[in-house]
């Protein structure tokens, strides 16, 4: 499954799902570009093992752990168009390319600034027109479950959705906002890598991925911390009876390693828990491990996004041969001990 004779490149590693990708190749002896911008990211002096020994090679270009990890701090548009000066570096062959950089931003973006979001347009035709210049050995593109057809997670009729619901060549449906749209173009862009350059290439689709250094910005999180205050009423944002498939970081890096060893095609696997969630029950589950009971009330004027989406995961059981192993009762208990020292430092 691991590939580490060649340096791997991380786009987007100082993020959410980069940074816990980055610490797992780390203990898999991968050596390590990361290249971000920082727009949302971490710097890695907050986070990366070996942070003490760090040299800048060149402006914003920094070398950990002896060469180990090298942090190209920029934008992956400039990278990708070898427009960054990387001083004596030059840039190795990779072996395993994992493509995470993208404006993501949680509801609020996604609804309140698509043309911000469409930005992953050019992120992405940029990656790809590198990426069979240079032909590293294997890339894995994040999409999302964003790419699915809306009409499939409305309030009435909303069904497990399986890879098979986006057809290329058939039925697409309407993605949810640029967001989508942008991830559904760059599952394209992966294939046709693979079809018309041979390039190894494979993507996953990730559900509602969450996890203890999550943002605040992102609603199990915040709702976390609201338990951890033991705030009641305990809000939740809409009505709280739109739904998500919830799946711990952990189990997603797991995931996108296993799809990236077993597909070579640009096809998508799912990335989920397959259970369907609603916010109240999000809500009610922090309120039972915090050991309270508030009444769960909506905030309306909110933006909720589409009405229920989760995975079907026969594929990704049949492809990975593994499912997710972290519960949802232990995985939201993660998370409420880390609200509890985030409330414990004043946020
Ligand atoms: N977290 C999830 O549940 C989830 C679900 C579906 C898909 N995804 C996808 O996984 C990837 C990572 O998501 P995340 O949750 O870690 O998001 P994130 O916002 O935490 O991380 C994205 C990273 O990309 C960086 N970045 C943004 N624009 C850049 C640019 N132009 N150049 C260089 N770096 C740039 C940001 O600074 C940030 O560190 C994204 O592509 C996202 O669409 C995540």
Redesign the pocket.
Known sequence: MFNNSNPALV?????????HLTRRLLKEGYQLWI????????HPDEWLPGNDKRKEIAAGVFEYDDGGVIFVH??????FSSRIDLGTLEEPAFGDVF???????GRLTIDGNPLAVA??LA?DALCFNWAVQKTPERLLY?????AYPVDLQGEDGAVALKESDIEFGGRLGQPDMT?GWS?LTGEYLARIAHQHYGLHTAC???????GEE??LT?PVPSIALRAAKREAPLTVWGSGLQGRDF?H?DD?IEAALRVLAAVNDGSAVN?GSGKLINFREVARLFATLEGYEPEIKPVEDKPVGVHSRYADISHMKEVLDWEPTISIEEGFGRVLRVAHERKAQGL
């Open positions: 786009t987007g590693g100082c993020g959410f799902v980069g940074r290249v971000d911008d920082l727009s949302i990211g971490l920029g934008d992956a548009r400039d990278f493509h995470f950089a993208a404006v993501v931003g930005i992953d992120l994040a999409s999302s479950s964003a967001y991830k996953v689709r990730p559900f509602s991925g969450y999550q943002d992102y799946v970081i997603c990335i």
